[in-house]
């Protein structure tokens, strides 16, 4: 049943990727691996051979988020890498109405799963059927025993799943972390379980943003399609609490004003459609009309930078939607505290890795999952990405007690 529901390759890695080595020295890492690495294997380490490296989820573009940057930098340098998705994804949101409908949904999501891992340099790629959306209600037993499955299948050294949490309160994404746990619990010889983690961040795109856009000597122009990429970040930001910013998007209709000359205001606006003029207001009372912005363009960000009062008026030309960046937290992560703690027991150990190298990367990957994330690989402000995407966080899970070794008579999933 598991080989039925299975869509899943080897994969090679994608264009640009370092080259994969199959044999290494110890050298200060294990099996030539780059030092900063090892905390991922932890001291027992994968002995010699290559680690093997798996992220088990619960939809397909968790692993983006999750440990895209860190697996496409185990499998640059010649780890033996998986993904696996317990479900289709079918149940998800369509934000791009081109790319697929509601009945298409699950087989387009299985094919946007392994182009990201085509992207990443992922060697198996597999998507489960579970049930998106149903997977939280499963018995736990079932899920944990697909887990287990393919957990004796590509017999990892490391395995990565969301934490109890789930990350977003998900109980899909918190489903996929208790199945990986008891799993492991149950398996004989145990492999290493991380959790990912999504600390609180203390800082703003907003400054972020309006540092780059205070870079150009012109003003940036943007387009439609910039702006509903910003957009869809700023959701993703918000629904795993890695900003500070409160964010929400706001209607004028027109001849209405958006920014008035004269006011203080820490509000960045982002044109998300319609059009505005900038207008600035002479001491004589005379209006100069200075730029019509359209979909894609920024105002407010001078004022922000020199923390100064409004230069111009900002009024509608026609009816306009603005995503509004401003300090502030709308508290979208309830039971998480600075530290991203969540459930963890006190003394767990965590750890960081700089997926700077990987970053193209884990990019091409977001972008690969159209229907979730329709953005251009190369669409977004670079600073930005750095600031949200070229830190993963783990936490170790606590150690497993191993199931008495046995003959496994799992069905092979990988």
């Known amino acids: 049943m598991l080989q039925e529901q299975m869509t899943g390759a080897r994969r090679v890695p994608s264009e640009g ?172 010889d145990p492999p290493r379980l991380l959790h990912a983690r999504f600390p609180v961040q203390e800082q703003l795109l907003l400054d972020v943003l309006v540092a780059w856009l205070t870079s150009h000597d012109e003003r940036f122009t943007g387009t439609a399609e910039f702006g509903h990429a910003l957009k869809l970040i700023a959701d993703g930001c918000s629904m795993l609490g890695v900003a500070a910013d409160h964010f929400d998007v706001e209607w004028f209709p027109a001849g209405s004003s958006i920014i008035e000359q004269g006011e203080f205001g820490t509000e960045l606006f982002c044109i998300l459609s319609g059009s505005a003029d900038i207008l600035a207001e002479g001491a004589d009372g005379h209006v100069h009309d200075l730029a019509t912005v359209g979909p894609g363009c920024f105002v407010g960000e001078d004022e922000i930078a020199t923390r100064c009062p409004r230069k111009a008026h900002v009024v ?75 830190t993963e966080h783990f936490t170790v899970a606590q150690p497993a007690h191993a199931a008495p070794a046995e003959e496994s008579h799992e069905h092979a999933v990988l």
């Not at 994404?173 to 004989?188: D, F, P, V």
């Open 316 to 390: 509608a030309r026609e009816d306009v939607t603005c995503l509004v960046l401003s300090p502030g937290r709308a508290d979208p992560s309830a039971g998480r505290d600075a530290g991203g703690a969540g459930t963890e027991p006190a003394g767990t150990e965590r750890f960081a890795v700089d997926v700077h190298a990987a970053l193209d990367h884990k990019v091409a990957a977001l972008a690969a999952h159209r229907t979730q994330y329709a953005l251009g690989a190369d669409l977004l402000p670079r600073t930005l990405l750095e600031s949200l995407f070229a």
């Open 17 to 188: 990727m370092a080259p994969r080595p199959r044999h290494g020295t110890r050298n200060g890492s294990r099996y030539g691996m780059p030092s900063d690495l090892a905390a991922l294997w932890g001291p027992a380490g994968a002995g010699n051979r290559p680690p093997r490296v798996l992220g088990l989820f619960a939809h397909p573009d968790d692993e983006v988020f999750c440990v895209g940057g860190t697996i496409a930098r185990c499998a640059a340098a010649g780890a033996t890498t998986a993904i696996v998705s317990l479900t289709r994804g079918e149940a998800g949101q369509i934000r791009d109405a081109t790319a697929a409908t509601r009945r298409t949904l699950g087989a387009v999501r299985a094919a946007e799963l392994a182009r990201a891992g085509d992207a990443l340099g992922v060697d198996h790629v597999t998507c489960l059927d579970l049930g998106d959306g149903r997977l939280g209600k499963q018995p736990l037993t079932e899920v944990a025993a697909t887990a287990r499955a393919v957990i004796a299948s590509f017999r990892p050294d490391v395995v990565v799943t969301f934490g109890p949490d789930g990350a977003t309160g998900h109980p899909d994404h918190a489903m996929s972390c208790l199945a990986t746990a008891e799993a492991i619990r149950t398996t004989a």
